[in-house]
């Protein structure tokens, strides 16, 4: 592990009461990455996330965070960790309750207290400082949740599902955070079932599906290599679009209809043009056409298959 190097697993494995959630999953996080964790709900992602925290130890396998095996408890100066259940304390201030967890982390009480009132105010809670926790909103809490987990300054951010539960505006402001820290250096992982989000943050990315990997690279290599020839297609109307997808299915290998857009993958040797002239023809009124990159949402249901979110969910309430 070279020092490039942030987290590495080797063939990690986890199994609880007979049920296997990870199975032996090796990734490698570089230094100054946005590395997403992808997958549908019972994955394995938090499982796997709780091993590289040494939260949990795997049954076979190895986790190295900064080059050793010492675990998360080890290096918690140097780790934020966001988890999936939230958790603080109601009864508490805002304000005291940041200070308080900054310095469990090291950070002196009065660098504590000006870091934490930077970041309310940054974060649009300026005025809810002096206020109980519990009298937030669930967003809220969240948001100072978020702002504890990277008080301290942390080399290494892991934040499991931490767009679960918020509104779009607070998505905006969480997504504007997490870029800003990326560009000052913080290695960041965060797991996701909302593929769209990880596509336009992420530089890498690693797909699991029932506890297994099924893709792993830099983001643009895994594009590239997955790409294929992809067109969107945008309809006036959207019956005459379910029509006109349906009436070019021999030049189509698979298609992903909304109604007014559609996203197809054309078959081996299939020229653009020839679907264009396909559709022209049939009368069908078009706001778009483009030849585009396949989304980690395309690539992931062609590497995983359609029914992997109802297989991890049937795992997950198993286990």
């Not at 988890?83 to 009065?110: D, N, Q, S």
């Amino acid at each position: 592990m070279n020092h490039d190097t942030v987290v590495q697993l080797s063939g990690i494995t986890k199994r609880f009461a007979g049920h296997v959630a990870v199975i032996d999953l090796s990734l490698v996080v570089p230094r100054g990455a946005v590395y997403g964790l992808l997958g549908p709900n019972g994955a394995g992602k938090t499982t796997t996330i709780r091993m590289m925290m040494n939260i949990t130890m795997p049954d076979e396998g190895t986790v190295k965070l900064f080059g050793d095996e010492l675990g998360g408890r080890h290096h918690s100066a140097r780790l934020g960790y966001l988890p999936e259940e939230r958790g603080l304390y109601r009864k508490m201030k805002v304000r005291e309750t940041l200070v308080f967890l900054a310095e469990a982390k090291g950070v002196a009480r009065g660098a504590a207290a000006r870091k934490a009132d930077e970041w309310l105010d940054r974060l649009g809670l300026g005025e809810w400082r002096l206020r109980k926790v519990e009298e937030l909103s669930k967003g809220m809490q969240q948001k100072v949740q978020f702002i504890a987990t990277m008080l301290h300054e942390p080399e290494l951010l892991i934040l499991d599902e931490p767009f679960a539960g918020l509104d779009p505006i607070n998505q905006q402001v969480l997504k504007d955070t997490i870029v800003q820290l990326s560009r000052a250096g913080t290695t960041i992982i965060f797991s996701t079932h909302q593929m769209d989000v990880a596509e336009k943050i992420c530089d890498h990315v690693c797909i699991i599906a029932r506890g297994r990997k099924v893709l792993d690279g830099a983001l643009a290599e895994v594009k590239q290599v997955h790409g294929g020839n992809h067109v969107a297609v945008a309809f006036e109307d959207g019956a005459d679009g379910g029509a006109a997808v349906g009436s070019v299915g021999d030049l189509v290998a698979k298609a992903d209809d909304y109604g007014v857009y559609a996203e197809l993958a054309l078959r081996d040797g299939v020229d653009p043009q020839a679907l264009l002239e396909r559709l022209m023809r049939s009368g069908t009124r078009l706001r778009r056409f483009e030849r585009i990159e396949p989304s980690l949402h395309r690539i992931f249901l062609d590497k995983a298959g359609p029914d992997a979110a109802q297989d991890a969910a049937e795992e997950a309430a198993h286990a």
